[in-house]
């Protein structure tokens, strides 16, 4: 067996979201942030997905603290041959989360019209994190310690997932496939395929001191109060600027 097949064999363990992870201290370490685009490894590729979008205020680069950007080379070193870990997104602007978290509420709300404000906030946090700054409690893409990122092929183009970037639906969880294998139900080929990239991407990271959120298989953080929780670390990141 390859290394892709001996990574696709391995089922995703189950997982669940960080209880109280906005309670664990967490510290400036003053680790810069800093440029994936130029660090000389070409197994790393950027595309800054929301800049692309033209959400206001995204840049047209993607930083990572310094340690994330060399877990993130150690990660693209064991993956299999030809193939590439594509980075869409990691330190944001406060702006840009504010925007993101903003446009998801709306989104709530059209889903769930008998919702209340706070109903819609506890909903949307689901998948985009409450837009916060402070020293303390800084969104963990605020942190430069959280990236969302992907498998691509040789030529550069993203693998299957079975969803897109930031489909926010129950497909997107990481173990979406798996559960329904555990059900028995039957899954098609593409749904096979995405199953086995899930697997070697999410393999890959946590073997590279990453982990994951359990609602969206692109997510992972490395060193925030995420991560602490998961991995009961402690939280080394702030929250600065470029």
């Known amino acids: 067996m390859g290394d892709y097949e001996i990574l696709a064999a391995k089922p995703i363990p189950a997982i669940s979201a960080p209880i109280d992870w906005k309670k664990i201290t967490i510290r400036e370490c003053r680790e810069p942030l800093i440029a994936l685009s130029t660090l000389k490894d070409t197994r790393i590729l950027v595309e ?7 959400i206001p205020s995204a840049i047209e680069e993607v930083y990572v603290r310094e340690g994330v950007a060399q877990k993130l080379v150690f990660a693209a070193s064991q993956l299999p041959a030809g193939y590439h870990l594509l980075v869409w997104d ?3 602007p406060f702006s840009v989360q504010q925007a993101l ?6 989104i709530v709300r059209e889903q769930f019209p008998n919702f209340s404000e706070e109903e819609v906030r506890l ?4 998948y985009v994190s409450m837009p916060s700054n402070h020293i ?3 969104s963990p893409h605020y942190t430069g310690g959280a990236v ?16 897109r970037f930031d ?3 129950s497909s997107s969880h990481t173990r979406s496939l798996e559960e329904l294998i555990e059900k028995g139900e039957y899954i098609n ?3 096979q395929m995405a199953l086995y990239n899930r697997r070697v991407l999410y393999h890959t990271m946590i073997a590279s001191g990453f982990t994951n959120y359990c609602e969206e298989w692109w997510h992972f953080d490395r060193g925030n109060q995420f991560w602490a929780a998961v991995s009961s670390n402690t939280a080394f990141y702030g929250g600065t600027y470029p």
């Open 48 to 54: 800054p997905e929301y800049f692309q979008k033209g």
């Open 90 to 92: 990691a330190w944001r």
């Open 101 to 106: 978290f903003d446009e998801h509420c709306q």
């Open 123 to 126: 909903q949307a946090q689901t």
């Open 136 to 138: 303390l409690r800084p």
């Open 148 to 163: 969302d990122l992907t498998l691509a092929d040789a030529q550069g183009r993203p693998l299957f997932m079975g969803t």
């Open 167 to 169: 489909e926010f639906t």
């Open 189 to 191: 080929e593409e749904e």
